[in-house]
């Protein structure tokens, strides 16, 4: 009889040591989260603006059953209450372009959750500055975690985010040429411009790569200019001393601008070098032979304005060797009369 008692006493001792801790309405739960604050810069219109992984940790001795609560910020207002969201405005509201789970998050004691939080911000949205809170109330029901959130301090996340126009960096080639199509000095130049056909400031870096004839790269030019505003066309450097030799050269433009530079402009053009020295003596050379050329051509003119006209009808009416005189029929007389 006094086994089966004790049996008995075991029995109903096994669910106070093994089963979890009993949670009343008045549990108080700490909780903790990480982030605490989310900045989000430049969000642009129409765009998913953040993806970020939200760790929510349990540090009670009770297991955790955890709401969710979004809600507007007014840094003047505080917390903006609201009762369906589907009534907050699309265009003005964070809480409408914030997506993260709202059904209940259950969170042993000790351990940590985590969701996935996602802002895509209206493409009908106003650009400025938006704020929102996230809370993590816990409790036995819905009801009862918002009535703890409204009574005590919950773990939070507070939403900072900037919302701009779509930003677009694009740029292109206003002017590239050389400064001449024949340089004699070994100073190479270039006109350089670039407009930006964008909303957004842009900074171009690069070179101008020259080759010879053959393909071969013989040298280059870095491009210094700075930063060019929407709609501003803007004139680059680009300029330098290159050993070359004489002859036909390519001059291939490349430029790298926009985020992480992504972006690309590219162009060629070709010009000439020839030393001043070798200019000289070749345009001597050619001066020289169209001088005699028109000398050459002068003195045939005269030779032939010095031939006489007695002389000239006089080779014409030489007759050819072995040739019948011609005679006028006129001055013919007939001997059979």
């Known amino acids: ?27 108080i739960f700490d909780l903790s989260v990480t982030p605490a604050v989310i900045d989000v810069a ?7 603006c953040l993806e970020e992984t939200i760790a929510i940790k349990n ?7 955890v709401y969710a609560q979004v809600n507007d910020l007014s840094p003047a207002a505080g917390i903006i209450p609201y009762g369906d969201p589907s009534d907050l405005p699309a265009d003005a509201s964070l809480v409408r372009w914030i997506d993260f789970y709202r059904a209940v998050i259950e969170i042993p004691p000790g351990e940590t959750a985590t969701q996935t939080l996602r802002i895509t911000a209206s493409p009908n949205a106003r650009p400025g500055k938006y704020h929102a809170i996230i809370s993590f109330p816990a409790g036995g029901n819905l009801p009862e975690a918002q009535a703890s959130d409204q009574k005590m301090n919950a773990a939070k996340v507070q939403i900072n985010l900037d919302l701009v126009e779509h930003q677009v960096e694009q740029a292109e080639i206003n002017r590239f040429q050389p400064a001449s199509a024949l340089f004699t000095k070994n100073n190479i130049s270039f006109v350089l411009k670039i407009k930006n056909i964008g909303n957004q400031p842009v900074a171009p870096t690069g070179e101008i790569i020259i080759y010879n004839k053959g393909g071969q790269e013989v040298g280059s030019l870095s491009i210094a200019g700075g930063t060019i505003a929407p709609d501003e066309v803007k ?27 992504g972006k690309n402009l590219t162009d060629i053009v070709y010009f000439s070098y020839l030393p001043l020295a070798l200019f000289i003596a070749l345009l001597a050379i050619i001066l020289g032979l169209l001088y005699g050329a028109a000398w050459f051509i002068h003195k045939k003119r005269q030779e032939k304005r010095s031939v006489s006209p007695m002389e000239k009808n006089g080779d014409e ?21």
């Open 235 to 261: 004139d680059f450097s680009a300029a330098g001393k290159l050993a070359l030799g004489p002859g036909k050269f390519k001059a291939m433009l490349n430029l790298d601008y926009g985020q992480n530079n």
């Open 42 to 48: 430049a969000c642009e219109k129409g765009r998913i």
């Open 317 to 337: 009416l030489e007759a050819e060797p072995g040739s019948v005189p011609r005679h006028h029929h006129k001055y013919v007389i007939n001997l059979k009369k």
């Open 59 to 65: 540090n009670s001795a009770a297991r955790a059953d």
């Open 1 to 27: 009889m006094r086994l089966l008692q004790k049996l008995i006493f075991f029995s109903l001792l096994l669910p106070v040591f093994f089963s979890p801790a009993i949670v009343s309405a008045d549990t």
